[in-house]
């Protein structure tokens, strides 16, 4: 079974809505300034944090604030590996260069891909599971945050540094 939804978010903020059939399905809410992200889905509750302000780990809870999975970055790649207590394990990488679309997979029976604009996309999932689709937006906000840093070290730290001499 196919599941086709879609998502938005407003442009210079990280808050997701996700639909599924024109009603909101998931809802995950960003804190930029401690790492963390809560998210609402219709049947649980999830909280993200990451171990620093730009890890690489990201610790994963249920609603009842037990520690559930794991979320290891590999930045320089562009890619993440997630492993739940379960013992489940999945991959997360980008599928182009732009870093418009990805996917999460558990390389056996799950997989989940993603289209994006710059403020809205779409999904398409061969799974009901909601953990994997809610990981899938937050290792994406991970590299957003790195690839903003990035940019204002190779911007900004030189123009900073030529007002010092």
């Not at 990451?50 to 290891?72: A, R």
């Not at 997979?105 to 403020?119: G, H, L, P, V």
Request: charged share 20%.
């Amino acid at each position: 079974m196919e599941r086709y939804l879609t998502w938005n978010k407003g442009i210079f903020e990280s808050n997701y809505q996700i639909f599924e059939g024109g009603k909101i399905s998931c809802t995950m809410f960003f804190d930029t300034w401690r790492s963390e992200a809560k998210a609402i889905s219709q049947s649980k509750n999830y909280r993200f944090k990451d171990d620093g302000l730009y890890g690489t780990t990201t610790q994963i809870f249920d609603g009842n604030n037990e520690l559930i999975g794991f979320i290891t970055y590999s930045d320089w790649k562009s890619k993440a590996s997630i492993t739940l207590n379960s013992g489940e394990k999945y991959a997360f990488e980008f599928t182009n260069n732009w870093h418009s679309q990805w996917r999460i997979t558990n390389f056996s029976d799950k997989q989940i891909n993603y289209d994006s604009s710059t403020s809205s996309g779409t999904v398409i999932a061969n799974t009901d599971d909601e953990l994997m689709l809610l990981i899938g937006f937050y290792a994406r906000e991970h590299f957003t945050k790195m690839f903003m840093l990035l940019i204002f070290i190779v911007i900004f730290i030189p123009i900073i540094y030529r007002g010092i001499l």
